[in-house]
């Protein structure tokens, strides 16, 4: 009996786990990857990147990468986290000098890096086998 | 280098407690289903312990996953006797009265010496001292042997005997074992009297053992051991 209760722990624990990282992990990529396609609807077609508009909304870009990484760090590896974290640092840089090829660059790889996730850690077919 | 060695803690007793839920069978005698999950473990706890990019959570969710997994099946292989047999196979009787079935060898992908091997480790010698080898699914060989090479028993000489009891560590090292008080079913009172009478401090005793027909095995520290029958019984 202590060991079903055990076990039914154990499972409650592992679909809680489940539950948090779909609804959780993915809100919190999908956020980034919808401000990521903001920005670049922003920025396409402007050659002049230095516009407040743009500033303020890769400072919120930021944030809620700050405020989302640790958790992120909890279910994804590591690597892809870091890679996505260096592209998101390279923006205000790319804004300073106003170097717009780099900056739509690293808007696309941060977008596809959030999309990867999906692609890699969801529950489909090609990811089982 | 500390997070790895705290990493390595983590994993560590996850796999001791998903270990010891699985029970004790897994150590001794493992059928199919529990080898392949003891090998799977044993790498599955290694790729988070030295990778320090993978979370912890990618090695400790799937180590819980098999754990419910292990249990399903034992559940399972306890209430369908075919469902066992398809995962741990069935006993197959490999000598017989007629000798060495060779077909059932066969099938096991044994070779004679592979069973001569069993029967040697089993203490039978020649074939022909067996009547009954049953290969058991968990890889071990049980033996009938024939009526001429069965050990005698007391029954067949007719001798009453006292029942066996296990002894019961009451010291060890120098520390009372209060704990096994309760299974040698004698007063507390009258052992530490029995020790006193023995002139020896408890912390000078190396080991001090009773059973439950009153015989005491006892060896002082860096001294002989003796062995002594006493009204100490259960």
Same mark, same amino acid.
């Given at each position: 009996m202590k060991k079903l209760i055990t076990i039914i722990i154990v499972v409650l624990i592992l679909l809680g786990a489940v539950i948090f990282e779909q609804i959780t992990i993915n809100n919190y990529l999908n956020e980034i990857q919808d401000m990521t396609e903001e920005l670049i609807t922003i920025s %396409?077609? %402007?050659?002049?990147?230095?516009t407040d508009e743009i500033r303020e909304k890769v400072a919120t870009l930021k944030e809620t990468w700050i405020h989302h990484e640790e958790i992120l760090c909890i279910f994804a590896n590591h690597k892809d986290m870091r890679d996505l974290c260096i592209e998101i640092q390279k923006l205000e840089g790319n804004i300073e000098v106003n170097q717009y090829e780099d900056f739509t660059a690293s808007l696309r790889v941060i977008y596809h890096l959030a999309d990867d996730y999906h692609k890699i850690m969801g529950t489909s077919w090609q990811n089982i086998f | 280098m500390l997070t790895l060695i705290i990493r390595s803690l983590i994993i560590y007793f996850v796999v001791l407690i998903v270990f010891r839920l699985m029970g004790k069978r897994q150590l001794g005698q493992m059928q199919p289903f529990e080898l392949v999950l003891t090998l799977i473990l044993a790498d599955l706890a290694t790729i988070p312990m030295a990778e320090m *990019? /993978? !979370? @912890?959570v990618h090695g400790i969710v799937p180590l819980l996953a098999l754990l419910v997994i292990h249990y399903v099946i034992t559940i399972l292989a306890k209430h369908f006797p075919k469902f066992s047999e398809v995962f741990s196979g069935k006993p197959v009787i490999v000598i017989n009265q007629n000798g060495i079935d060779y077909k059932a060898v066969q099938k096991l992908n044994l070779s004679i010496e592979d069973i001569m091997e069993s029967l040697r480790s089993a203490?039978?010698? *020649? !074939? #022909?001292? /067996? @009547?009954f080898a049953i290969m058991e699914t968990n890889g071990k060989i049980s033996v009938l042997p024939k009526a001429n090479n069965t050990p005698v028993t007391r029954q067949d000489l007719n001798i009453e005997g006292e029942e066996n009891s296990v002894p019961i560590a009451i010291v060890s090292e120098g520390k @009372? @074992?209060? #704990?096994n008080f309760e299974q040698i079913k004698v007063e507390k009172k009258q052992v530490m009297d029995f020790i006193a009478s023995l002139n020896v401090k408890i912390k000078n005793i190396l080991i001090l053992t009773l059973d439950n027909n009153g015989k005491v095995y006892f060896q002082e520290m860096h001294k002989r051991a003796q062995s002594m029958d006493t009204n100490l019984k259960g």
């Open positions: %396409t077609g %402007t050659e002049n990147i230095q | *990019s /993978v !979370p @912890l203490g039978y010698f *020649s !074939p #022909d001292e /067996v @009547l @009372l @074992l209060n #704990d």
